[in-house]
């Protein structure tokens, strides 16, 4: 069964303070993995998908990278819009849907 | 380029009560269509996904059921709603291979 955690599971950072977020997975055959960021009662947000290890992607103050068992979200320099659920998803084997972790929850303190 | 849509955006039933809840794209054909539940503080958590009109298949047995009438179209039901019904019901689309997931606004359903 395809697995995906992320930690911590809650985050405050001060506005400036980069820091790293963390998704662990245990899958079979991983096709993608996917970030994505939700504001209270929104729907998720598309952010970036990972298809392979060493594989980086980057968007504004933010940058995805994936290895083997994990990928990292990077946050450099987060403003207090910042602030926001990040959610982990992985696409593997041949499963038609996502395998969602519980997200970390980010607050960026002005 | 492509949207999603769901409505109503909240919902308070009564439990008991009948629920439909609707999901339309736009700017895509043939999308791979996606019902989700979030509960609070929890990952999303698939409940039906469809890959055409007509094709459902469910990932959760539940009270709940979905239909595709139309191509960019999604509806999900329930004849009679529980308290642990309640929930954020989010919809969302794919292309026909698969990939990456494109959400909507979601719904807030209360039963009370």
């Known amino acids: 069964e395809d697995q995906v955690t992320q930690s911590p599971e809650a985050l405050r950072l001060q506005e400036g303070e980069s820091s790293s977020l963390n998704c662990s997975y245990t899958v079979s055959g991983l096709r993608g993995l996917f970030w994505y960021r939700q504001d209270p009662g929104k729907g998720p947000e598309f952010l970036f998908t990972l298809y392979s290890a060493g594989e980086e992607k980057e968007k504004e103050r933010l940058k995805a990278t994936l290895t083997k068992k994990e990928s990292f979200l990077h946050i450099t320099a987060p403003k207090p819009e910042d602030s926001a659920t990040y959610l982990c998803?992985?696409?593997?084997?041949?499963?038609?849907?996502?395998?969602f972790g519980s997200g970390t929850q980010l607050t960026v303190l002005p | 380029s492509q949207t999603i849509h769901q409505w109503p955006a909240t919902l308070v039933q009564p439990v008991g009560s009948p629920l439909s809840l609707e999901c339309t794209v736009e700017?895509?054909?043939?999308?791979?269509l996606y019902w989700y539940r979030q509960a609070a503080g929890r990952g999303l958590q698939l409940l039906f996904y469809s890959v055409g009109i007509g094709q459902i298949s469910s990932e959760v047995p539940q009270n709940l059921s979905a239909s595709r009438p139309q191509d960019r179209q999604f509806i999900l039901s329930s004849k009679k709603l529980l308290l642990s019904d309640s929930g954020f019901y989010l919809c969302?689309?794919?292309?026909?291979?698969?990939?990456?997931?494109?959400f909507g606004p979601g719904t807030r359903l209360t039963v009370l």
């Open positions: 969302a689309w794919s292309v026909p291979s698969g990939d990456t997931q494109y």
């Open positions: 998803a992985v696409w593997a084997g041949s499963a038609r849907q996502l395998t």
């Open positions: 700017g895509t054909s043939n999308p791979n």
